[in-house]
C-alpha cells in the first residue's frame, strides 16, 4: 500500500512544482529577459533614427543658407560686372540670383516653421536683399543705361568685355557641380543603407553610428563645395568692385575670399583624400582658380590702379563708392550668419544627443544580456539538478523490481510535482506485484496437469498436419482456459483446406497466363527491334537537318555583317552631304555680303562722280586757271563711271553665282533626303535579316535538342527490347513453377482419404523454346491447351505490328 505524504511538506519547495511549470519557467524567463533587451535596443534605435532625422533637417537648412548667401553674392557679382561692361549677358547672374534667392528663402522659411526665431531672421534677410535690390541695385542699372557706352574707361570696359574671367568662372561652376553632384549621389546612397539599418532593428550600434558618422561627412562635403563656391563668389564680386570704384577697400572681399578659398580647398583635399576622381576634381578646380587670378584678375587691376580717378564715368564711381549696396550686404550677411549659427549650435545638440542615446545602448545591451544569460544559466542549474536527483533515485528502484526485488527502497514520494506521483505510483506498483506474483505461482500448480493434456492433443495434431492432411479438426472440448486455443486451431485448419483449393484452381489461370504473356513478349521484342531501326534512321536524317539549318544561320550572319557596313557607309555619306550643304550655305552667305561690298563700292562711285561734277563745274567758273583742274575731274568722274559699271557687273554675276549656290543646296539637300531614305532602308534590312539569322539559331538549337530527344529515345527503345527479353523469360519461368506449385498441392487431403486434383498442364508454346526455370531443377511438366482468352489474344496481336 502507499504511504500517504507527510502533511508538513514545504508548499513553496521548487519539488513542489510541476516538471511544466519549471521546464517553462526556466525557458521562458530569459527569453522574456531577451525580448527586453531587444525592445530596449529598438527603442534606443528609434530615437537614433529620430535624431538622425533632424541632424539632417538642420545640415540641410545650412546648405540651403549657403546657397542664399551664394545667389545673394551672384546678384552682387552680376550687377558690378553689368555695371562695368555694360552688356545684357553680365546682368543674367544678377536676374538669376534674386530668383534663385528669394525663392529659397520663401522655401527655407516653411522648412523652419518650427523655429519662429529663425523665421524672424529669414524674413530680416529678405527685407534687406529687396531694400538693396530696390534703393542700391535699380539705381546703379538706371545710370549706368543713362552713361551709356562712356568715351572713357574703355580700356577697363574693353578687358571686361572679353569675358575672359567668365571662361574660368563657367568652368570653374562646372566642377563644382559635378563634385556636388556626386557627393550627393553618395550622400542618398549612404542615406538608404543607414535608414535600413535602423529599419531592420539588429545592426550593431557602432556601425550604425559609423553610418551615420558618413552621412554627416557627405553632408560636410557638400556644404565645403558650396563654401568654395561661395568663397570664388566673394573674389569675383571684390574684384568687380574695385574695378568700379577703385577703392582698395571693395578689394576686401577678394582678398578674404581668396584666403577662404584656399583653406576650405585644404580641407576638402584632407577629407576626400581617399577618392581619387574627387581628388582630380579639385585639383582642376585650383589650377581653375590660379590660371583666372593670373590670366585675369592681376592685369585687371593693375590697369584700374593706372587709371585712377577716370575722367568719366564718374557718377557711376562715386555712386559705387557710396556704399550703400555694402551696407546692406553687410546687413544681410550678419543675419544670415545669425541663422547658420543658431542653425549649427542646434545640430551640435541634436548630434550629442545622438550620441549619448548611442553610449547608453552600448552600455545596457551588454549587461542586460550578461543578466539575462546569468539568471537563466542559475534557474536552470537549479531546476535541472533537483528533477535529474530525483529521477535517477525513481530510476534505480524501478531498475531493482525489473531485476526482480520487491524490496528495493522508493523515495520520494513527498514531492508535490510528477516526480512525486511516479514514487507513489511506483510504490503502489512493488506492494501489487508481490501480491500478484504470490496468487500466481498458486494458480499455476493447479494448471499443469491440464496444459500437459493440451500440449500433447496439439502436438499429435500437428504431426498429421505436417504429414499434409487437413482432416485433423478437435471434436473434444477442451478445458476453458484453452478452448479458444481449440478453436482457433480448427479456424485454421478449414482456412488452410479452404486456401488450398483456391491455390489449385487459380494455378490453371496463372499457367495459361503465363503462356500468353510470353507470346506477346516475343512478338513485343520483334516490334521494339523494327522501331529502334526507325528511330536511328530518324536521327541521322535530323542530323542533315541540323547541319544544314546551321549553314543557313551562318549565312544571315554574313549578310547581316554586309548590311551593317552598307548602313554605316550610308550614315558617312550622310553626314559628307550634310557638311556640304554648310560649306554651300557658307558660300552663300559670303556671296551675300560681297554683294553688300559692291553695293558700297556703288555708292562710292556714285559719289565720286558727283564730285568730279562738281569740281568740273567750279573748273569751269575758274576759267583758264582751272583748265588743267577740269580735265582731272573729267577723268575722275569717267573712272568712277568704269567702276560703277564694273560693280555692276560684278553684282550681276554675284547674283547668278548666289542662285545657282541656292540651286546646289537645294540639290546636295535632297541627295541628303535621299541618303538618309537609304539608311532607314538598310536598317530596316539589317533588322529583317537580324531576325532572320535569329531565327535560323533558334531553328538549329530547336533541331538539336530533337536529335539529343532522338538519341534519348533510341537508348529507351533498347532498354524496353532488353526489358522484353527479360519478361519473356519471365513469363516461361512463371508457366515452369505454376507446374510445380499444382504437383506441391496435390499432396494435401482436404476431406477424407480425397487427394487434392490438379488441372492438366498447360503444352509448351510454340517457338519459344525451352523455358527456364525459376528453381534451376528440371521438373516435368506435361503440355496443356491454349485457353481461349488467350487464342483470342494472339488473333489481336497482328493489329499491333504497325506500331
Given at each position: 500500500?502507499?504511504?500517504a505524504a507527510p502533511a508538513?511538506r514545504?508548499?513553496?519547495s521548487?519539488s513542489?512544482i510541476?516538471t511544466?511549470p ?7 524567463l530569459p527569453l522574456?529577459?531577451?525580448?527586453g533587451?531587444g525592445?530596449?535596443a529598438v ?5 537614433m533614427?529620430e535624431?538622425a ?5 538642420t545640415?540641410y537648412?545650412l ?9 545673394a553674392l551672384?546678384?552682387?557679382?552680376g550687377l558690378?560686372?553689368y555695371?562695368l561692361?555694360g552688356q545684357e549677358?553680365?546682368?543674367?547672374p544678377?536676374?538669376?540670383?534674386g530668383t534663385?534667392?528669394?525663392a ?6 516653411e522648412?523652419?516653421s ?6 524672424e531672421r529669414?524674413?530680416e534677410a529678405?527685407?534687406i ?6 534703393d ?5 542699372i538706371?545710370l549706368?543705361?543713362?552713361i551709356?557706352?562712356s ?5 577697363m570696359a574693353?578687358?571686361?568685355k572679353?569675358?575672359?574671367?567668365k ?5 570653374f561652376?562646372?566642377k ?5 553632384e ?5 550622400l542618398?546612397?549612404?542615406r538608404?543603407t543607414f535608414?535600413?539599418l535602423?529599419?531592420a ?5 557602432d ?5 551615420l558618422q ?6 560636410q562635403v557638400?556644404?565645403q563645395?558650396?563654401?568654395l ?14 574695378l568700379?570704384a ?10 578674404a575670399?581668396?584666403k577662404r ?6 580641407d576638402?583635399r584632407?577629407a576626400?583624400f581617399d577618392?581619387m576622381?574627387?581628388m582630380?576634381r579639385?585639383n ?8 583666372w ?10 590697369l584700374r590702379?593706372e587709371?585712377g ?6 557718377d557711376?564711381?562715386?555712386l559705387?563708392?557710396?556704399g550703400?549696396?555694402?551696407t546692406?550686404f553687410?546687413a ?7 541663422f ?8 551640435v545638440?541634436?548630434r550629442?544627443?545622438n ?7 552600448r ?6 544580456i550578461?543578466a ?5 544559466s542559475?534557474?536552470a542549474l537549479?531546476?535541472?539538478?533537483s528533477?535529474?536527483s530525483?529521477v535517477?533515485?525513481?530510476t ?7 531485476d526482480g526485488?520487491?524490496?528495493?527502497k ?5 514531492r508535490g ?7 507513489r505510483?511506483?510504490?503502489v506498483?512493488?506492494?501489487?506485484l508481490?501480491q500478484m506474483?504470490?496468487a500466481?505461482q498458486?494458480?499455476?500448480e493447479?494448471k499443469d496437469a491440464?496444459?500437459k493434456?493440451?500440449?500433447q ?8 498436419l505436417?504429414?499434409g492432411d487437413l482432416?485433423i479438426q478437435?471434436?473434444?472440448n ?10 482457433d486451431f480448427?479456424a485454421?485448419?478449414?482456412n488452410l483446406?479452404?486456401t488450398?483449393?483456391q491455390v489449385?484452381d487459380?494455378t490453371s489461370s ?5 503462356a500468353?504473356?510470353?507470346q506477346?513478349s516475343?512478338?513485343?521484342s520483334q516490334?521494339t ?9 530518324t536521327a541521322?536524317?535530323i542530323?542533315e ?7 543557313a544561320?551562318e549565312?544571315?550572319r554574313?549578310v547581316?555583317?554586309?548590311?551593317q557596313e ?11 552631304v550634310?557638311s556640304?550643304v554648310?560649306a554651300m550655305g557658307?558660300?552663300?552667305?559670303s556671296?551675300t555680303?560681297i ?8 555708292d562710292i ?6 564730285l568730279?561734277l562738281?569740281?568740273g563745274v567750279e573748273?569751269?567758273r575758274a576759267g ?6 577740269a580735265?582731272v575731274?573729267?577723268?575722275v568722274r ?10 555692276m557687273?560684278?553684282?550681276t554675276?554675284i ?11 537645294d540639290?546636295?539637300g535632297r541627295?541628303g ?8 532602308r538598310v536598317?530596316h534590312?539589317s ?5 532572320i539569322?535569329?531565327?535560323a ?15 534519348q ?5 533498347q532498354q524496353?527490347a532488353?526489358?522484353?527479353?527479360e519478361?519473356?523469360a519471365a513469363?516461361?519461368m512463371?508457366?515452369n513453377d505454376a507446374?510445380?506449385l499444382s504437383?506441391?498441392?496435390s499432396?494435401?487431403r482436404?476431406s477424407?482419404d480425397?487427394?487434392?486434383?490438379t488441372?492438366?498442364p498447360a503444352?509448351a508454346l510454340p ?6 526455370s525459376a ?5 516435368a511438366e506435361?503440355?496443356a491447351p491454349?485457353p481461349?482468352?488467350?487464342?483470342e489474344g ?10
Amino acid at each position: 500500500m502507499s504511504k500517504a505524504a507527510p502533511a508538513g511538506r514545504n508548499r513553496f519547495s521548487i519539488s513542489n512544482i510541476k516538471t511544466r511549470p519549471k521546464v517553462l519557467l526556466a525557458s521562458l524567463l530569459p527569453l522574456v529577459l531577451v525580448v527586453g533587451v531587444g525592445v530596449l535596443a529598438v527603442v534606443n534605435l528609434g530615437k537614433m533614427a529620430e535624431r538622425a532625422k533632424w541632424v539632417e533637417h538642420t545640415q540641410y537648412v545650412l546648405s540651403e543658407s549657403e546657397a542664399i548667401l551664394a545667389a545673394a553674392l551672384n546678384m552682387e557679382t552680376g550687377l558690378r560686372g553689368y555695371l562695368l561692361a555694360g552688356q545684357e549677358e553680365y546682368f543674367a547672374p544678377y536676374q538669376e540670383g534674386g530668383t534663385e534667392a528669394f525663392a529659397k528663402l520663401a522655401a527655407l522659411q516653411e522648412t523652419v516653421s518650427d523655429n519662429p526665431v529663425q523665421v524672424e531672421r529669414l524674413q530680416e534677410a529678405q527685407r534687406i536683399l529687396s531694400g538693396w535690390q530696390s534703393d542700391v541695385a535699380e539705381t546703379a542699372i538706371t545710370l549706368r543705361l543713362e552713361i551709356g557706352d562712356s568715351q572713357t574707361m574703355n580700356d577697363m570696359a574693353d578687358e571686361v568685355k572679353k569675358a575672359r574671367g567668365k571662361v574660368f568662372f563657367d568652368e570653374f561652376r562646372a566642377k563644382i557641380s559635378q563634385m556636388i553632384e556626386e557627393e550627393e549621389v553618395l550622400l542618398a546612397d549612404r542615406r538608404n543603407t543607414f535608414a535600413a539599418l535602423v529599419n531592420a532593428g539588429i545592426a550593431d550600434p557602432d556601425y550604425l553610428n559609423n553610418s551615420l558618422q558618413a552621412v554627416e561627412n557627405t553632408h560636410q562635403v557638400i556644404s565645403q563645395a558650396k563654401d568654395l563656391l561661395a568663397a570664388a563668389v566673394d573674389m569675383e564680386t571684390g574684384m568687380r568692385g574695385f574695378l568700379l570704384a577703385g577703392d582698395k577697400a571693395f578689394l576686401e572681399p577678394y582678398l578674404a575670399g581668396s584666403k577662404r578659398f584656399n583653406d576650405i580647398l585644404a580641407d576638402l583635399r584632407l577629407a576626400m583624400f581617399d577618392d581619387m576622381m574627387q581628388m582630380n576634381r579639385l585639383n582642376a578646380i585650383g589650377e581653375t582658380i590660379d590660371e583666372w587670378r593670373n590670366t585675369v584678375v592681376v592685369p585687371m587691376l593693375d590697369l584700374r590702379r593706372e587709371i585712377g580717378d577716370a575722367a568719366t564715368m564718374d557718377d557711376m564711381a562715386d555712386l559705387v563708392a557710396e556704399g550703400r549696396g555694402k551696407t546692406y550686404f553687410d546687413a544681410f550677411r550678419a543675419v544670415m550668419a545669425e541663422f547658420q549659427a543658431e542653425e549649427e549650435a542646434l545640430m551640435v545638440t541634436r548630434r550629442e544627443a545622438n550620441e549619448a542615446i548611442s553610449a547608453q545602448t552600448r552600455t545596457l545591451l551588454p549587461v542586460a544580456i550578461g543578466a539575462a544569460v546569468l539568471f537563466g544559466s542559475v534557474l536552470a542549474l537549479a531546476i535541472g539538478s533537483s528533477m535529474a536527483s530525483a529521477v535517477q533515485s525513481i530510476t534505480k528502484a524501478m531498475k531493482g523490481l525489473a531485476d526482480g526485488d520487491n524490496a528495493v527502497k522508493i523515495t520520494g514520494q513527498q514531492r508535490g510535482d510528477e516526480v512525486g506521483d511516479m514514487a507513489r505510483s511506483l510504490e503502489v506498483f512493488r506492494d501489487q506485484l508481490a501480491q500478484m506474483q504470490e496468487a500466481e505461482q498458486k494458480k499455476a500448480e493447479g494448471k499443469d496437469a491440464e496444459l500437459k493434456n493440451v500440449v500433447q492433443e496439439l502436438s499429435s495434431r500437428l504431426s498429421r498436419l505436417s504429414e499434409g492432411d487437413l482432416t485433423i479438426q478437435i471434436q473434444e472440448n477442451f478445458p476453458e482456459e484453452y478452448e479458444q486455443l481449440r478453436a482457433d486451431f480448427n479456424a485454421s485448419i478449414e482456412n488452410l483446406s479452404t486456401t488450398v483449393v483456391q491455390v489449385v484452381d487459380s494455378t490453371s489461370s496463372i499457367r495459361n497466363g503465363a503462356a500468353e504473356i510470353s507470346q506477346a513478349s516475343d512478338d513485343l521484342s520483334q516490334r521494339t527491334e523494327s522501331q529502334a531501326a526507325t528511330l536511328e534512321q530518324t536521327a541521322a536524317a535530323i542530323d542533315e537537318l541540323t547541319a544544314s539549318v546551321r549553314n543557313a544561320a551562318e549565312g544571315a550572319r554574313n549578310v547581316e555583317s554586309t548590311v551593317q557596313e552598307a548602313r554605316q557607309e550610308a550614315e558617312e555619306s550622310g553626314e559628307v552631304v550634310q557638311s556640304a550643304v554648310t560649306a554651300m550655305g557658307g558660300i552663300e552667305e559670303s556671296s551675300t555680303k560681297i554683294s553688300q561690298i559692291i553695293s558700297v563700292i556703288d555708292d562710292i562711285a556714285f559719289q565720286t562722280n558727283l564730285l568730279a561734277l562738281n569740281a568740273g563745274v567750279e573748273a569751269a567758273r575758274a576759267g583758264e586757271a582751272g583748265r588743267g583742274f577740269a580735265v582731272v575731274a573729267s577723268e575722275v568722274r569717267a573712272l568712277a563711271q568704269r567702276s560703277s559699271d564694273a560693280a555692276m557687273e560684278i553684282k550681276t554675276l554675284i547674283g547668278d553665282s548666289t542662285r545657282q549656290v541656292e540651286q546646289g543646296v537645294d540639290l546636295v539637300g535632297r541627295a541628303g533626303e535621299a541618303l538618309q531614305s537609304i539608311v532607314g532602308r538598310v536598317s530596316h534590312i539589317s533588322q529583317l535579316v537580324s531576325e532572320i539569322a535569329e531565327g535560323a539559331a533558334e531553328q538549329s538549337t530547336g533541331l538539336a535538342e530533337i536529335n539529343t530527344g532522338m538519341t534519348q529515345l533510341d537508348q529507351v527503345t533498347q532498354q524496353n527490347a532488353a526489358m522484353v527479353e527479360e519478361a519473356t523469360a519471365a513469363g516461361h519461368m512463371l508457366n515452369n513453377d505454376a507446374g510445380k506449385l499444382s504437383e506441391l498441392v496435390s499432396n494435401f487431403r482436404i476431406s477424407g482419404d480425397t487427394a487434392v486434383r490438379t488441372a492438366p498442364p498447360a503444352p509448351a508454346l510454340p517457338d519459344a523454346g525451352p523455358a527456364p526455370s525459376a528453381h534451376g531443377d528440371g521438373w516435368a511438366e506435361e503440355p496443356a491447351p491454349v485457353p481461349a482468352a488467350a487464342a483470342e489474344g494472339n488473333a489481336a496481336r497482328n493489329l499491333w505490328q504497325d506500331f
